[in-house]
């Protein structure tokens, strides 16, 4: 087989010395497949989005990495949370989680949904339509609601707006109806589409929302106080996005131009985890097929790669061993299904069984959507950073 020289998609030069020492211990300590979820950038990346949106009153969606210390890690960073399960529900209260620092944005739910929320004491929820809004009639003196417009946006990742959301016009009749009832209505929201890589979305989305607040104030229905304006902050998976600072400039100034009194809520996910978790598998076994050597590692597509299917994302992927001498290979997953490929040809060096392949940016839909199929294992997740140091701890 032709080997080609020095010009390797990937490099380990992406991972420093500190990150390959401490890979290799866990794996020796916790074997493989293993996802490293590291909480100082779990914080780091809270922080940074604070920045980029003063004011904005930030809800972690659990929905990408439901894990108790990304709860723990963004509590004790004042964080809020968006919730869209009882599930999702049970963790939040798990972890203590004031109830009033959760909004429930699931827009369909079973009256059980609702009732367990409440329970908890979550009063913040999302309709869509009318048929939703008559759910909250019984609730009336405890729920309040945000009403949920729809944006579509082809180029997301994941257009949330094909499924769910409203027009303008039918959010009008939504609130009408919610006033005829009795139910409080505090304000809008909307989900531009997941991994957005263009900020005019929320501006556009934004605006159409502004607009809708005084057009219900001049038909003589109730103000609304909130506008929430979802989630779906890009990071960078193989290519490199705007830095989130630039990419909210023109969202903060459409959020400028809202009334006075506005309210304003986010529902960040992926951009919150997505860098936070690195994932580590070993090569189980080799073969030569068609001029490329495919690598069977102990995770896959059905595991912590479930992203490449339900996400479509880019992970950039590392073998922890180098060689100037690289072929074109394959890595696949280690179940029996020929749709278990993670990447093809991608350019390697020759490896051993055993070898460890390194992923970046895993920590966002990838292990929440993993699956046991096969009775392959999920990767067990290690988790680095909980706590403060010391150092770094304000007293
Ligand atoms: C999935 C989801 C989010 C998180 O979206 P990201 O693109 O991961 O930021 C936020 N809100 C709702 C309602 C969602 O369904």
């Known amino acids: 087989m032709k080997a080609i020289s020095n010009i390797s998609s990937v490099s380990a030069s992406a991972l420093c010395i500190e990150e390959i020492q401490q890979i290799e211990s866990s794996v020796a300590q916790f074997g493989s497949p293993l996802l490293m979820l590291d909480c100082d950038i779990v914080r780091q990346q809270y922080q940074s989005l604070q920045a980029a949106l003063p004011g904005v009153i930030l809800h972690f969606a659990l929905k990408p990495l439901p894990h108790p210390d990304v709860v723990t890690t963004l509590l004790a960073e004042g ?4 919730l869209a399960t009882s599930g999702e529900v049970d963790l939040v209260a798990s972890q203590g989680v004031p109830a009033d620092q959760t909004i429930y944005t699931h827009p369909i739910k079973r009256d059980q949904d609702i009732r367990d929320a409440l329970d908890y004491g979550c009063t913040v929820f999302v309709v869509d339509n009318l048929n939703e809004l008559n759910k909250f009639i019984p609730y009336k003196d405890r729920a309040e609601i945000l009403v949920r417009l729809s944006f579509r946006n082809a180029e997301a990742f994941a257009d949330l707006s094909k499924k769910f959301g409203c ?6 009749e939504i609130i009408a109806c919610a006033q005829e009832a009795g139910i409080y209505v505090k304000g809008l929201s909307f989900h531009v589409g997941s991994q957005t890589m263009n900020p005019q ?6 605006d159409v ?6 057009d219900v104030v001049a038909l003589g229905l109730p103000a609304l106080s909130t506008l929430d304006i979802g989630g779906g902050f890009p990071v960078s998976y193989s290519h490199t996005v705007m830095p989130i600072d630039q990419f909210c400039e023109p969202v903060n100034a459409a959020l400028a131009k809202l009334p006075d009194t506005t309210t304003v809520l986010a529902e960040p996910g992926r951009f919150i985890v997505a860098p936070a978790v690195t994932s580590v598998a070993s090569v189980m076994g080799q073969a030569e097929r068609d001029g490329q050597i495919w690598y069977y590692l102990d995770d896959g597509i059905y595991g ?6 339900f996400d479509e994302a880019h992970y ?10 690289c072929y074109p290979s394959v890595l696949a997953g280690p179940t029996c299904d020929s749709i278990d490929v993670i990447a093809q040809n991608i350019l390697l060096p020759k490896l051993e069984n055993g070898d460890l392949i390194v992923a970046k940016m895993m920590g966002a839909y990838t292990s929440a959507t993993a ?9 067990t997740t290690i988790v680095m950073n909980q706590h403060i140091s010391d150092e770094l701890r304000v007293v």
């Open 79 to 82: 964080a809020c949370f968006d």
């Open 304 to 309: 912590s790669f479930s992203g490449l299917m």
């Open 316 to 325: 950039p992927l590392t073998p922890l061993r180098q060689d100037n001498q």
């Open 371 to 379: 699956t046991d199929f096969n009775f392959f294992k999920r990767a």
């Open 167 to 172: 027009s303008p016009e039918a959010a009008i």
């Open 209 to 214: 929302c502004n607009q809708l607040m005084r």
């Open 201 to 206: 979305k929320y501006v556009d989305a934004i």
